[in-house]
C-alpha cells in the first residue's frame, strides 16, 4: 500500500480524504504537474514547479507552500514507497468551499495531494515498436497553455484511439496539428531537421520539450518552431513525440499511413538515448 500526501499529512492510501466541496472536484478548479523519478531521483524537478507555479498564477491561485518544501515532500514519498522509476502526481486546487461559481474568499487554503505510480521509463515497449496514431479535431478550451485537470477531451480520444486499434491521438487545429493527447508532437523533414509547434495557448509547454531542445542544441540537430499540417506530417521522414513519463517516443503510422519504413526513425532512436543520458545525469 502507498503513502501518499495530503496537505502536509503522509498518510496511507486508502487513509487519503478530501472534501467532496474541493473545487477541483466540483469545477475541475485545479492545476497538475508530473515529476518522473529515474533512479530514484527526481528528473527536470525545478521545470516542473516552475511551470507549476506558471499555471497557480494564470489562474490566480495560490499555494503557501515552498519550493524547498515541495522538494523535501517529493523525496520523502520516493523514500517512503521505495520509488526507483516512476513518476510522483502532484494536485492543487483552489481548495474546499461552498459550491459557487465566485471564487471562494481570499484566504481558503489550497488543496495539494501527492502520490508515487511505478512506472517503467527507459524499457519501453512502445517506444521499441513505434506508436499509430490517428488524428482529430481540437477542440479543448484555449488555454491549453494551463496544465489543468480539464482532461476528459483527452480521455475520450485516448479512448477512441484505442478502439480504432491505435495508441493515441494528435490534434488539429486550422489544418494543423497542435499536441498529442498527453504529449508535444514533432516531424523530421527529409533533411533531418526536427519541427515542433511554437509555444503559445495552443500548447502545453512542455518541460521534457524544452530539455529536449536543449539536448539537441548540444548534439548540433536542427530544429525548427512552426506549425505543420496533417499531410506535412504524413509525408515526413519520420515522427515522434516527448513527455514527462513517454520521454521521446517515435511515431511510425499516421491515420493510416505509414512513415519511413514503418519502423522508429534513427533520429527519434537517438534522442531517445540521449534525453535518458541527459535525464540521469541532470536528476537530483
Known sequence: MRTVYVNGAYVPENEAKISVFDRGFLFADAVYEVTCVLDGKLVDFDGHIARLRRSLAELK??????????LAAHRELVKLNAITEGLIYLQVSRGEADRDFLFPAEGTPATLVMFTQEKALVKSALADKGQKIMTAD??????????????????????????????DVWMVLDGQVTEGSSNNAYIVTADGTIVTRPISNDILAGITRASLMRCAEEHQIKIEERPFTVDEAKAAKEAFTTSATGMVVPVIEIDGVTL????????AKRLRE?????????AI
Open 260 to 267: 519511413g519504413d514503418g519502423k522508429p526513425g534513427p533520429v
Open 274 to 282: 540521449i534525453f535518458i543520458q541527459f535525464s540521469r545525469d541532470a
Open 138 to 167: 481540437d477542440i479543448r478550451w484555449r488555454r491549453c497553455d494551463i496544465k489543468t485537470v480539464q482532461l476528459l477531451y483527452a480521455s475520450l480520444l485516448k479512448n477512441e484511439a484505442k478502439a480504432n486499434g491505435v495508441d
Open 61 to 70: 491561485m495560490t499555494l503557501s507552500v515552498t519550493d524547498e518544501e515541495l
